[in-house]
C-alpha cells in the first residue's frame, strides 16, 4: 500500500498533519462517538462475512509442522486456509481504529499459529490487504481489565497448552487501521497458519515459521470478526483531501 503522505517533504506532512488534528478538533464528538456505538460484529457463515450466521457450520484447514521433515501438502488434505467475505457493499464503509477476530476454533495439535488478514477485495477481483493480526494459540490468555471490545490486550507471557479437539475461544488483535471501502467492494476475512507459501500475502514482505506439529484447524460459525467503522457523512466526503 502507498501512504498518502510519500513524497512530501517534512514541511509539507506538518502542514498536513496540523490539518487532520484541525479536523479532529472540530469533530470531538463524531470521533469519540465511533469507538464504541459503531463497532460492528461479522459473524462467519460457512463461507461468507454477514450480519446474520445463518446455518451452524465449520471449515477446516490443515497446518504442516516446521522443520527439515516438514510434510508435504497431499491433493486429499483439505485447504491450507480458509476465507470469508462480505457482499458486494451497497455504500462506502470507512474502517477507522481497532479490528478484533474472536475466533471459535479447535485444533488436533497442542499448538499452532492464527494468521488473519483482512483485505479489501474490488469487483474485478483486486485484493489489497488491508491489516493483520497474528496469535500464538498457546499464549491465548487475555487481560481482561486492559482489554475493550475490538482491542483485545494479549501479553504473551504464559504458555498453555492447547487441548486437541476442543473448541476454544480465541481474541485476536489486528493492527489498528483505517481504510474507506468502497461501494461494490468486500471485505474479506483469510485465515492461515502458516505464511510461508508464495500464495500467502506477506505484510510489509514479513512471513511467520510455523508453530507447533502438523495440526487440522477447524473454525466455527459462531466466530465473530469485529469492526470499528464510521459511516461516511457529507462533512466527511468534503474532507477527504485532509485524510492523513
Sequence with gaps: MTSPTEGLSDEERRLRLNEVQERIARHPAHIAHYEVEALVQAVFGVRSLAVDEGDAGARTYVCAGPGLNRRLGRVTDPPSSVAWETAPLDAAMDLVGDVELRLDASITAIDTAWIALLQDVA??????????????????????????????????????????????????????????????????????????????????????????????????????????????????????????
Design 123 to 244: 469487483p474485478d477481483g483486486t485484493t489489497t490487504t488491508v491489516t493483520e493480526g497474528w496469535l500464538q494459540a498457546s499464549l491465548r490468555d487475555v487481560d481482561e481489565p486492559a482489554s475493550r471490545p475490538g482491542a483485545p490486550v494479549v501479553p504473551c507471557r504464559t504458555p498453555r497448552a492447547v487441548p486437541p479437539g476442543e473448541t476454544v475461544a480465541y481474541r485476536i488483535p489486528l493492527v489498528p487501521n483505517a481504510r474507506r471501502f468502497a461501494a461494490g467492494h468486500r471485505v474479506r476475512l483469510l485465515l492461515c497458519s502458516d505464511d510461508q507459501p508464495d500464495d500467502i500475502p506477506a505484510v510489509m514482505g514479513f512471513r511467520h515459521a510455523p508453530v507447533g506439529t502438523t495440526s487440522c484447524n477447524t473454525v466455527h460459525s459462531s466466530s465473530r470478526l469485529v469492526l470499528s467503522v464510521v459511516t461516511p457523512t457529507a462533512d466527511a466526503d468534503r474532507s477527504r483531501e485532509v485524510q492523513p
